[in-house]
């Protein structure tokens, strides 16, 4: 498997990942009006991750196109972060990770923007246009919750806490990332001081993910999304 | 020379095809206005998604195949380019006067306009709105709620 495939799966897991989990909320978000941004956000994640599991097909070479490598591939396979396999919870928790996501992912699109891999550039100069659009969802409802009531506040601060342990991974070498650190931070900590909040202390973060060492509600988010291809291979509309 | 002329000839014919071809869910514009309709080089027509996740872009490009096979241009291929990114700098004038008469604000930099009594006195309701190109707004002076087409 070539670098230029374990990239892209990467990328491409990540948002295939995420957009599934949002899309949960389809139907059972708190107001219209974040049930439709939540499809959205999940809509937009869904075609970034069709483009670079394009790539990683194609950088493969074996046959395996998008959907193949969507459905057809096992847990183990998967190459995403642990943060995007992480249950909704409530509302709250939701926007932390969505918060800490978006955040990192638009850094991580400019950089890839900037790269020779034409394949991967134009994808990600297409994405990063729609990823500000998440960043500043998830920023605006973070500072809302945090910045809200005292029942607000307080679930803000416990999905925060969740979801805080999975930062660590997005910067780990085998993302390519240690050096959107920084900047990462200084964006996370600025909207948390707008929120009221203090930006939670480092701890011991849990990775694993880009190894496809996952946590089990991965599995289970796979279970129902390849469920028709597995039970019905082939199967087409 | 001549097969420039020739070229240029069909590139009028592609494009003067495709200007009737609606969008599937904003179908008071083509997706010549919308600016998806790229460009024709040689036997060519590129494309361009507005949205990587937008659900209408394999309807769009079946109507765009039926279209062309219709007027008997069934030997054009069809190519999907992601870059340069689609933007909605490439809505023609036409366009937005199209979306305007629609009910939908047309993108614009500036302060957004009710699409019904042109007042700029209007406020966001949600930034996603019924399709990934659009946000929801309310009208303070008439009261009218109204989508508008995202700057993108």
Redesign the interface.
């Known amino acids: 498997m070539s670098e230029r495939f374990r990239h892209a799966i990467r990328l491409g897991d990540d948002a295939l990942v995420l957009g599934q989990r949002l899309s949960e909320w389809c139907g059972h978000a708190p107001m219209l009006e974040i049930d439709l941004s939540l499809a959205n956000i999940a809509l937009d994640l869904i075609g970034q991750a069709t483009h670079f599991l394009g790539v990683a097909g194609a950088a493969e070479g074996q046959g395996r196109d998008a959907d193949m490598l969507a459905f057809r591939r096992d847990v183990l396979d998967f190459r995403n972060c642990l943060l995007v396999e992480q249950p909704n919870g409530d509302f709250a928790q939701t926007i932390a990770r969505q918060f800490l996501f978006s955040n990192w992912q638009e850094l991580l699109l400019q950089e890839i923007c900037e790269t020779s891999d034409s394949a991967l550039s134009d994808i990600a100069r297409k994405a990063v246009k729609e990823v500000a659009y998440h960043r500043r969802f998830a920023n605006e409802w973070a500072i809302r919750l945090g910045d809200g009531t005292q029942e607000s506040r307080a679930r803000f601060e416990a999905g925060l806490d969740w979801m805080w342990r999975f930062a660590d991974e997005l910067f780990d070498a085998r993302s390519g990332t240690p050096s959107l650190r920084p900047a990462w931070d200084e964006r996370i900590s600025g909207v948390l001081a707008e929120a009221g909040l203090e930006t939670p202390k480092a701890r011991r973060g849990a990775t694993g993910g880009r190894d496809g060492h996952h946590s089990e509600h991965l599995g289970h988010l796979l279970c129902e999304m390849q469920f028709l291809q597995r039970a019905y291979p082939d199967a087409r509309w | 020379m001549v097969a420039t002329d020739r070229e240029a000839a069909l590139r009028d014919r592609v494009f003067e095809t495709l200007s009737r071809v609606a969008d599937p869910e904003i179908p008071c514009v083509s997706v010549v206005d919308l600016g998806i309709v790229r460009d024709v080089r040689g036997d060519t027509v590129i494309i361009t998604?507005t949205?990587?996740?937008?659900?209408a872009t394999a309807a769009i490009e079946r109507d765009i195949r039926a279209a062309l096979d219709g007027a008997g241009l069934g030997d054009i291929r069809i190519e999907t380019a992601?870059?340069?990114?689609?933007t909605t700098d490439w809505i023609s004038k036409e366009g937005h006067d199209k979306l305007r008469a629609y009910g939908v604000a047309p993108p614009s930099r500036n302060a957004v306009q009710c699409p019904r009594c042109a007042s700029a006195h209007t406020e966001e309701?949600?930034?996603?709105?019924?399709t990934?190109c659009k946000s929801?707004h309310r009208c303070l002076d008439c009261g009218e709620p109204f989508d508008r087409f995202?700057c993108?």
Not at chain 2, 51 to 55: E, H, L
Not at chain 2, 82 to 86: F, G, I
Not at chain 2, 125 to 130: D, L, T
């Open positions: 998604p949205y990587t996740g937008c659900p992601l870059s340069p990114p689609w309701i949600s930034r996603f709105g019924s990934p929801l995202k993108h």
